[in-house]
């Protein structure tokens, strides 16, 4: 699965991908709203390896975003199978971060999830304080369903329902 945009190229992770995965999840300013703990090398490469096993048994999971200029990783995007729900997260290198980039892979991943992957119930977690987050799921459509924690955090859960 490959996806474009004017921008990004999106598709698989790789284990080519652990490295420069590991630097994004390196950065405190990227963590602050997930729960706010760097991933360790290992651990960037545990959640890679994840996403690859999620592509085999689900034919989906949290897809790799790339500067389509550079090539080069700058996030992820996509679904995980959580429980009975299919979760939608996103998460970007901080220089991307007010750029539109968060929006363009968001609102072509959706898509794909909704158009040929036939997800009909999508929900997506996120911390109440992540603003730009938050207006990302109210622009590609997703509901305020309720308040949550996480970890002593408060959380908002949105669902999208095609």
């Excluded at 390896?49 to 689900?58: G, L, P």
């Excluded at 998460?91 to 609102?107: C, D, Q």
């Excluded at 898509?111 to 992957?117: D, F, I, K, S």
Aim: include cysteine.
């Amino acid at each position: 699965m490959i996806l474009e945009t004017k921008r990004l190229i999106i598709g698989h992770f790789t284990c080519t991908d652990i490295h420069m995965w590991a630097s994004i999840e390196a950065d405190p300013l990227v963590r602050k709203f997930v729960d706010g703990k760097c991933l360790s090398r290992e651990e960037a490469g545990h959640y890679v390896k994840m996403n690859m096993d999620s592509y085999a048994e689900n034919g989906f999971g949290r897809f790799a975003v790339r500067s389509k200029t550079s090539k080069r990783l700058i996030g992820m995007c996509g679904f995980l199978q959580q429980d009975e729900e299919i979760d939608f997260g996103y998460r970007y290198s901080a220089e991307t971060w007010g750029k539109g980039i968060g929006y363009e892979a968001a609102n072509k991943v959706l898509n794909y999830g909704l158009e040929h992957l036939k997800l009909k119930k999508i929900c997506a977690g996120v911390a109440i304080e992540n603003i730009p987050s938050i207006k990302i799921l109210e622009k590609l459509g997703f509901e305020f369903e309720k308040n949550f924690f996480v970890d002593q955090t408060k959380a908002a859960k949105y669902v999208l329902a095609s």
